[in-house]
Every structure is written in structure tokens, then in C-alpha cells.
């Protein structure tokens, strides 16, 4: 079950295809947060549903694994994703905005619920909104020029929190080109854990700018984990179906509190 916790990690952040790779910046130049903020939160998809292929690498200090994925997506009502390991599908995740099931085979587990199960797995309290917008390489939170300072860092705009926040802490770095997350960096306050969520390349599909790998690393108090997303093919606007059926026989995944 701990591949596959990663692995929804992983897919909590973005869609993409390979074509068309944006790899560079131009020169950056120094703008007010207001029209960082500005640029950044008129980003907004323009497709219905998305429909994608990945492969998925995890590595820990003790586990090394790998798997492919589909994943489906229905703009502001449905996220699914089916994980496939040695060419066998071993579980499924269907997430609403009210909703989150899931069930593994392996261990034969599942789960009927709200957020409180992607909360566990990912550190912080998460609306389908803040999955959404990962999903699409775009803040966590919908930026606030009058909470935020901007600087140029390592060739993307770093926003800074004015206050610190009292359950955790969100830096952001935004690329000066499209203006999509370049990286986003959340630890929770007074504890060594910390979620980095690197994009590592866009590209131009559709008219939209979308991320095309992503590196994602969790430090949970000092154990490590790294995992490498490639999508391997996208479409846009096809119809949809996210078909989810609890087998047999399982046990509820009680989450500990």
C-alpha cells in the first residue's frame, strides 16, 4: 500500500503529453506581486476532461518499485486513477468534491470518505479544489498579493508568506514564462516533514501550458522518499467514464488519528 500512497502523491500534481517541451526561460525581469498574482490565478484550463498515461518511479531508503497509471479527469467533479504493477491493475482512487473511495488489492483494504484519507497520506488538509490545482501546476492556494513579497530566485519569482502560517509554512516559485508553479515547497510547522513538488518541464499541448515531469520529494521526520512521473500520453475532451466498484470481501482502512 505504500507504493501506491506515493503514487497518488504523485498524481495530486498535474496532466500532461509529450510534445511541444517548453525547457527554457526568458531573461526575468522584476514585477510587482500584483501582477505576478495576476498572471499566475488567470491561468485556467479550457478543457472538460483529460484522459492520461503514466509511468511512475519510487524510491525509499528500502524500497525501490515502479508501476503505470491511468488517470481520468472531469474539471471541477471527478479524479480517477487506475495503478497497474507487472501488467496487473492492484488498485483505484475515485475523488469527488465531497468524496474519496479507494481500495487495494493487495492487501486487500478500502476506504469510504472524505479528505481525511488524502490528508493522512499527504501531510495537510486538502479540498478537492487544492487537488485540482496541483493537478494542474497551478498554487495550492489561490495566491494573495496583499499576504505575499516576491524576489527573483534561481530564475523564477519566490513568494514569500508576509506571516507565517500556524500549521504550516508554503513557498512557491513561479516560472517568469507561462507563470505556472515552477516548485512548491510545504512543511508543516515545528516537525520534519515537508512535501517539494518540482516541475520539471511544460509544454505547450492545446493552447494550454501543462507540466510534463514532475519530481516529488516527502521527508516524513527524516525518512525520505523520491518519486519521478513521466506522462507517457494525454487526450483532451473525449468522453469519460469513471468506472468504480468496491470488490468482496475487503476490510475498511481505518485511519489512525
Known sequence: MKLLK?????????????????????EIKQLSI?????????NSL??????????IKFESETEKASATAKLRIEKDKNIWISVTK?????????????????YEKIHKVYFDGDFSLLNTWLGTDFTFKMV?????????????????TAQIVNKS?????????????????????????DKEVI????TLETLELTYTTYQELAGEIFPKQISIITN?????????????????NKKTNFPFAFPEGYKELVLKK
Not at 90 to 102: D, E, G, L, M, S
Not at 187 to 190: A, F, M, Q, Y
Not at 224 to 235: G, L, P, R
Open 6 to 26: 506515493y503514487i497518488v502523491v504523485c498524481f495530486l500534481i498535474t496532466a500532461c503529453k509529450s510534445q511541444n517541451t517548453l525547457v527554457s526561460k526568458r
Open 34 to 42: 500584483a501582477k505576478i498574482v495576476k498572471r499566475h490565478n488567470s
Open 46 to 55: 479550457d478543457k472538460k476532461t483529460v484522459k492520461a498515461r503514466l509511468k
Open 86 to 102: 507487472t501488467g496487473y491493475p492492484f488498485a483505484k482512487i475515485h475523488i469527488t468534491p465531497t468524496r474519496v473511495r479507494y
Open 132 to 148: 485540482q490545482n496541483l493537478l494542474l501546476g497551478h498554487a495550492l492556494f489561490k495566491l494573495n498579493k496583499k499576504e505575499l
Open 157 to 181: 519569482y519566490k513568494l514569500n508568506p508576509k506571516q507565517a502560517n500556524r500549521k504550516f509554512d508554503i513557498l512557491y516559485f513561479i516560472n517568469p514564462s507561462h507563470f505556472h508553479v
Open 187 to 190: 512543511s508543516k510547522e515545528n
Open 220 to 236: 516524513k521526520e527524516g525518512k525520505i522518499a523520491h518519486i519521478e512521473a513521466e506522462y507517457k500520453s494525454v487526450d483532451f
